[in-house]
């Protein structure tokens, strides 16, 4: 199975947590928490949530930054910057 | 010389961003980005604006994330996430 990525938005911080332990719980080994822009804060929050819930079983093995270019409106586009966290059971 | 480390606020982004560069033009060869909570973001934005700076001389050797307990008023405790980047010339 290859990882499951769950992108981090606007739902509450547990749903991202439960969506995370979900993916755990039901046999996966790796999972990828992706965020953009003002997420990268509540993705490292989620991921700390998740670690202490599953604590010691989980590490993070990876993180990874960087920028994307997005497209907005009339075709402009901006740099967002992104983080990607692997967490490892 | 040891790491000098860079704690991101409510300053302007480039604030930060001509802090890190100045770290590097002045001879010093590693230096560490750090953040809480909501600033978490703002110091990924703060590197990669360094980095796209300095590019290709400057790189990302590790991320490191985690929980500090903040005694806050009437002396109780809240968990606060972090972020520490660590850019290397």
Redesign the interface.
């Known amino acids: 199975m290859g990882d499951e990525v769950i992108f981090v938005g606007k739902k509450p911080l547990m749903t991202y947590v439960l969506a995370v332990l979900t993916q755990f719980t039901s046999g996966r080994n790796e999972v990828l928490v992706k965020a953009r ?5 509540k993705a ?2 989620i ?2 949530v998740a670690k ?1 819930r599953m604590s010691p079983e989980i590490s ?1 093995p990876n ?5 994307e270019e997005l497209r907005g409106k009339e075709n402009k586009t901006r ?1 967002v ?3 990607s ?1 692997s967490l490892k059971r």
Not at 37 to 41: E, F, R, T, V, Y
């Open positions: 822009g003002q997420m990268i804060s490292v929050d991921v700390q202490r993070i993180i990874e930054i960087g920028t740099n910057s992104f983080i966290i």
